[in-house]
């Protein structure tokens, strides 16, 4: 199984981005999956998840900002990130997890730095 983040990089205050996560080894169907974030010095948090039935839940800080979707014929969750803060700047990470059960995975993150 491989979660792979790919999209990030260095942009300007008030910019945009959109993480991908490509998934493989499994369906990402019945999966739930969130992005994570982990700051320099900062423990990891979640930014937002996305359940197999399409509901989503966004971290207070991001919300209204960063949206989560997900294409299951393509495998790949996504999140689009507008109006980007420095604060934001941390490398993002994605996980699948399988309600009642105890499969989960990681990708290995991409990093994200917002900065004039």
């Known amino acids: 199984v491989q979660l792979v983040e790919f999209g990030g990089g260095l942009v300007q205050p008030g910019g945009s981005l959109r993480l991908s996560c490509a998934v493989s080894?499994?369906?990402?169907?019945?999966?739930?999956v969130a992005w994570y974030r982990q700051a320099p010095g900062k423990q990891r948090e979640l930014v937002a998840t996305?359940?197999?039935?399409?509901?989503?839940n966004y971290a207070d800080s991001v919300r209204s900002r960063f949206t989560i979707s997900r294409d299951n014929a393509k495998n790949t969750v996504y999140i689009q990130m507008n109006s980007l803060k420095p604060e934001d700047t941390a490398v993002y990470y994605c996980?699948?997890?399988?309600?009642?059960?105890?499969?989960?995975?990681w990708g290995q993150g991409t990093q994200v730095t917002v900065s004039s």
């Open positions: 996980h699948a997890a399988l309600v009642g059960d105890n499969s989960n995975y």
């Open positions: 080894g499994i369906l990402v169907i019945p999966y739930t």
């Open positions: 996305i359940t197999n039935g399409g509901t989503t």
